[in-house]
């Protein structure tokens, strides 16, 4: 999983609250077991038309928006089913930050298991950067996960919070795999002495 240190790109308003899941990859796009190639089905039924030409009016379709790495959006923020495909899309997509007054735990907890900051703000806040993100291809936020901070395009700093073993993960792109390496040694030490003291076992 790669680091989250310090994003810096535009970022794309989506002032709509209760995105669910099925919103962000709809279930036409759960057949692949793949991380990759998802990212063209993300909001699908809203990127595009009938025809399957894109929708001009979604944000993403936007020429200001269609490389955003970071998403301003409302509250309530991938609810719904349980699909690990909704940060997989995101990622594909190459948004690699979320920032919302609140999401649904379980698409919480897949962000970081995937590397995508999801990032909790107060209203106030998000009325701030959803103004931001307002700006088109101004729309630069920088996202410091080192010192918790996101900086908006006028040079603005404010803080957020997160739980620090969660920011520990994404500092050194650690999903559960990588956490459990990290104890490779004391486990094959495990191991070769339980093989030694249980010789039936083995």
Not at 31 to 44: E, S, V
Not at 72 to 81: H, L
Not at 131 to 151: F, K, M, Q
């Amino acid at each position: 999983m790669d680091k989250f240190v310090k994003l810096t790109g535009v970022a794309a308003p989506l002032p709509v609250v209760n995105v669910d899941t099925d919103m962000i990859i709809p279930k036409d796009y759960l057949k692949t077991i793949k991380r990759t190639g998802l990212g063209t089905g993300l909001f699908a039924e809203a990127r595009y038309n009938e025809d399957g030409s894109p929708n001009p009016d979604f944000v993403l379709n936007k020429p200001a928006y269609q490389n955003a790495k970071i998403l301003v959006a409302g509250d309530n923020f991938g609810c719904g089913s349980s699909r690990e495909h909704a940060p997989w899309a995101l990622l594909d997509f190459g948004i690699r930050c979320v920032i919302s007054t609140s999401f649904a735990d379980i698409f919480y907890n897949n962000c970081f298991k995937n590397g995508i900051l999801p990032i909790k703000v107060s209203q106030e806040d998000l009325d701030k950067l959803m103004d931001d993100a307002s700006r088109g291809s101004n729309a630069i936020l920088t996202v410091d996960l080192e010192n918790l901070e996101i900086t908006g395009p006028d040079g603005g700093t404010l803080k957020f919070e997160l739980d620090e073993f969660k920011r520990h993960c994404l500092l050194n792109g650690l999903d559960d795999i990588g956490l459990t390496l990290e104890k490779a040694k004391s486990i094959d030490s495990f191991e070769k002495s339980n093989a030694a003291s249980r010789p039936w076992a083995a």
